[in-house]
């Protein structure tokens, strides 16, 4: 199982940015997909996830009115629009993926696979 976060970079606050997230090795259509973050120093955080068919997201407050996670089942992606990013969002980020029936694990950070992260640095 793979998960390949990309789109990570250097933005200036107030802009915009899109994450991805490539996954192969499972039938991406049942898994529950999920974007986490962690700052210098600080512990890895939930920012968002979406259900196996779209239908439902769940955010952080940090995340909600700002960023907007999405996936699209035939390409076996999931993305990350970061608008209005502020310097304190600055992390690498991470997708992770579960099964869909563990929706509730992979918000409270124990996904069934981890992808490697995406350096996301907002400047002021």
């Known amino acids: 199982v793979q998960l390949q976060a990309s789109g990570g970079g250097l933005v200036q606050a107030g802009d915009s940015l899109r994450l991805s997230c490539a996954v192969s090795?499972?039938?991406?259509?049942?898994?529950?997909l999920g974007w986490f973050r962690q700052a210098p120093g600080k512990e890895r955080e939930f920012i968002a996830a979406?259900?196996?068919?779209?239908?439902?997201?769940y955010y952080s407050d940090s995340a909600r009115g700002r960023f907007t996670i999405s996936r699209d089942n035939a390409k076996n992606t999931a993305y990350l629009q970061m608008n209005s990013p502020k310097p304190e969002d600055t992390a690498v980020y991470y997708c992770?993926?579960?099964?869909?029936?563990?929706?509730?694990?992979?918000?409270?950070?124990?996904?069934?696979?981890w992808g490697q992260g995406t350096l996301v640095t907002v400047s002021s």
């Open positions: 979406i259900s196996y068919n779209g239908e439902n997201t």
């Open positions: 090795g499972v039938t991406f259509s049942s898994y529950t």
């Open positions: 992770a993926a579960s099964s869909y029936s563990a929706y509730d694990q992979l918000v409270r950070g124990h996904p069934n696979y």
